[in-house]
């Protein structure tokens, strides 16, 4: 398959990406500064000019996503926005426009997290994106077949402990392998509408 994966770079795209090219897929990495294909996703134009720059797909697989993690009572209006836009906006404008770029039979992969049902303090912004990200699997679900549309919530990845640990006390993380392994069942499998949550 022919799979475009956005976050290619980061701790979990990386390891997504080794998984679906190890089982012979051609990956197309997407990053904001690096990558086979360099792309602000949060941008609806910078989307439509990917999309069209990188030819037909059989799946689009997305393993980033950014949050502002504050205090409720610190959480800014601009805060909530860019959260949205980077975590659940950018997913649903992937799918949107990706529908005319991805073959009849092919598939989108979201993520979400593990904050949609485990909150903790000052991840509002965060449980609120995944959330809704979650829901639009759902609902583009009954009208994207033959596509498929799942997402994988993951927990937190033991690579990502520097960064993100001291927000996930006593959450067990797991390997980033390990979460990369729901994408390549989300990818090759025939379930669709599905959260796939690696724990």
């Known amino acids: 398959m022919r799979i475009l994966l956005v976050g290619a770079g980061g701790t979990l795209g990386s390891a997504v990406r080794e998984a679906l090219a190890e089982r012979g897929h051609d990956v197309l990495g997407v990053g904001r500064t690096g990558g086979d294909v360099v792309c602000?996703?949060?941008?609806?134009?910078?989307?439509?000019?990917?999309?069209?720059?990188?030819?037909?797909?059989?799946?689009?697989?997305?393993?980033?996503?950014?949050?502002?993690?504050k205090p409720l009572a610190e959480l800014t209006a601009d805060d909530v926005a860019?959260?949205?836009?980077?975590?659940?906006?950018?997913q649903v404008e992937l799918v949107r426009q990706g529908v005319?770029?991805?073959s009849a039979t092919g598939s989108f992969t979201l993520v979400s997290g593990i904050l949609?049902?485990?909150?903790?303090?000052?991840?509002?912004?965060?449980?609120?994106?995944?959330?809704a990200v979650e829901a639009f699997v759902r609902a583009a679900a009954i009208e994207l077949p033959p596509r498929r549309i799942n997402a994988?919530?993951?927990t937190v990845?033991?690579?990502?402990l520097p960064a993100y640990g001291p927000f996930f006390v006593g959450m067990e993380p797991v390997p980033a392998a390990r979460v990369a392994t729901a994408y390549v069942r989300a990818v090759e499998g025939a379930q669709t509408g599905q959260v796939y949550r690696v724990r």
Request: hydrophobic residues 50%; aromatic residues 4%; charged residues 20%.
């Open 100 to 102: 005319r770029h991805v």
């Open 82 to 90: 860019a959260t949205l836009r980077g975590k659940a906006l950018s």
């Open 157 to 160: 990845a033991e690579e990502s």
């Open 152 to 154: 994988v919530s993951p």
């Open 116 to 131: 949609t049902e485990e909150p903790i303090v000052a991840g509002a912004a965060a449980s609120a994106a995944n959330g």
């Open 40 to 69: 602000d996703v949060t941008d609806p134009a910078a989307v439509a000019e990917m999309y069209e720059r990188v030819g037909p797909l059989d799946a689009v697989a997305v393993a980033a996503g950014d949050a502002v993690f």
